[in-house]
């Protein structure tokens, strides 16, 4: 255990320091949503100061006390605008309200816009799978009626076939009737040539008329397939289709929405995680009072530090504090000896490091001795560095 006005560890001083951004009391009221509150000491630090950061109200306060993401932030008046209203009542926070702004930076819209942004791209990847698909169904029953045409011109070329050879039985019995009639060759030649003739027309019309058919149908299923592949991104062309699956493939797991949205969650099991909980021991009496309590799975903490701004050493009647779990047998992070008031002057810290499991349901608590702190506003800071055993668990 180590305790004094100064950090042990520089590595300590630097993760304090950077956890508040600014501290102090409102100077009037908010507006009447009850999503805001201003201070006139903010005024000039900057435009969008504070935003994406987290805003704790009355901090310390267990009652009073709640937290929402800023929004916005008015430079010219101070006024800072917040996610929710306080509390989720349309009420205006009151001037002399404390609250504190931690420099946690926290971005949900960014995330839900990336999910957003990646759903949308696999929606029109699905339309373009179906679009192909059904490209490729009407190929399919372009071809099936091609080769049913194709064998109807095999049947057809068998009729003629056999067209010719009724056309050649029917010259040999020509043939038989001239020997048999003695008429002169060249008239039976004519004749036959003549049925020949007339036959093969009547087969040839029926050909072309069948083949016209054929041409209009195939040029009917080519319109429809460019109108869809004209229609389908740069013309359906596979380069853009290919380009695009390239990309999604190299995501992880291919672009599966639950592993982004996996890496991008903090309370992911072994992943280092920090809480803060803001007190104001202003006339807190004799007691012990809960902080921070493990939620959803079991958490293993690892560091402590509890920070003082009032100088507490000249109370009257009040000893000291001790910070330790609720457990049947208490794990303890501050001792009742080394809390003592002696240690606790201005701006001074009390550090622990090492590894406590804490069950789901188990509190951090905060012990005082000897009697009530003086009423004084005397604004303290726990800063707590955890990891989830399973994924899910975090201190609330």
């Known amino acids: 255990m180590t305790y004094g006005k100064r950090p042990p560890l520089d590595e300590q001083k630097s993760l304090w320091e950077s956890t508040v951004a600014r501290e102090g009391v409102t100077t009037g009221p908010g507006a009447v949503t009850g999503d805001s509150f201003i201070d006139a000491g903010l005024a000039g630090v900057g435009a969008n100061s504070f935003v994406s950061m987290l805003a704790i109200i009355y ?8 937290s929402m993401d800023i929004t916005a932030f008015n430079n010219a008046t101070g006024e800072v605008t917040l996610a929710k209203a306080y509390k989720g009542v349309a009420a205006a926070i009151p001037v002399g309200v404390p609250y504190k702004i931690v420099t946690f930076r926290f971005v949900p819209a960014e995330v839900a816009a990336l999910a957003a942004a990646l759903a949308a791209h696999e929606a029109a990847q699905a339309i373009s799978r179906g679009e192909v698909t059904s490209i490729e169904t009407k190929v399919d029953d372009l071809d099936a009626d091609l080769v049913a045409h194709e064998a109807a011109l095999a049947a057809h070329e068998a009729s003629q ?14 043939d038989a009737v001239e020997v048999k009639l003695d008429t002169p060759a060249n008239f039976m030649a004519d004749v036959a040539a003549l049925a020949l003739e007339a036959t093969l027309d009547t087969h040839d019309v029926d050909i072309k008329a069948l083949l016209a058919t054929i041409a209009g149908y195939i040029d009917l299923e080519v319109a429809a397939i460019k109108a869809v592949t004209d229609a389908l991104p740069n013309a359906g062309a596979l380069t853009d289709l290919a380009a695009i699956k390239l990309i999604t493939d190299a995501l992880p797991d291919a672009g599966a929405l639950t592993d982004l949205l996996a890496d991008a969650d903090p309370r992911v099991m072994g992943r280092a995680q920090i809480a803060v909980e803001a007190i104001d021991l202003d006339n807190t009496a004799i007691g ?34 001790s910070l330790q779990t609720d457990d049947t047998t208490n794990q303890v992070f501050v001792s009742q000896a080394d809390g003592v008031k002696a240690n606790l002057t201005a701006d001074s810290q009390l550090a622990w490091t090492g590894a406590i499991l804490l069950k789901v349901g188990q509190y951090i608590d905060f012990s005082v001795y000897g009697g009530a702190v003086a009423n004084l506003e005397s ?6 560095t955890y990891r989830a055993v399973v994924s899910g668990g975090h201190l609330a």
Do not use: M
């Open 59 to 66: 901090p310390g306060q267990p009652r009073n006390v709640d």
């Open 161 to 174: 076939l056999a067209s010719r050879g009724e056309v050649t039985s029917i010259e040999t019995k020509v």
């Open 288 to 321: 012990t009072y809960n902080t921070l309590i493990g939620t959803t799975q079991n958490v293993i903490i690892e560091s402590l530090i509890f920070r003082c701004t009032r100088d507490l050493s000249g109370d009257a009647g009040f000893t000291g504090i």
């Open 379 to 384: 604004l303290c800071d726990i800063v707590v």
